[in-house]
Nanobody
Framework: QVQLVESGGGLVQPGGSLRLSCAAS????????MAWYRQAPGKQRELVAS??????TYADSVKGRFTISRDYDKNTVSLEMNTLKPEDTAVYYC?????WGQGTQVIVSS
């Protein structure tokens, strides 16, 4: 069973940046997708970005602003978030296989 631990959330002003990180216990092979999801209050959880074997996918709402990256040796996945908007406010979750992290809160507000 994989355990996921996220870090890096917080409060940031519109236009600011944050970097989220997720550390997975155990080895995650490169062809296994690692992803970030988010869930805003009153909304369904949605895919933000995923990465597998170097190939990335992004939600249209974050393309050009967010970058997902992965360290295959350290079994970590990160999400660099730039030009943040209030609508990016959500709890962000790391996802691998059927496992979820505990979530990290991101609040974008002035």
């Amino acid at each position: 069973q994989v355990q996921l631990v996220e870090s890096g959330g917080g409060l940031v002003q519109p236009g600011g940046s944050l970097r989220l990180s997720c550390a997975a216990s155990g080895r995650i092979l490169s062809f296994v997708p690692m992803a970030w999801y988010r869930q805003a209050p009153g909304k369904q959880r949605e895919l933000v970005a995923s990465i597998t074997s170097g190939s990335t996918t992004y939600a249209d709402s974050v393309k050009g602003r967010f970058t997902i990256s992965r360290d295959y040796d350290k079994n970590t996945v990160s999400l660099e978030m730039n030009t943040l908007k209030p609508e990016d406010t959500a709890v962000y979750y790391c996802h691998v296989f059927s496992e979820w992290g505990q979530g990290t809160q991101v609040i974008v507000s002035s």
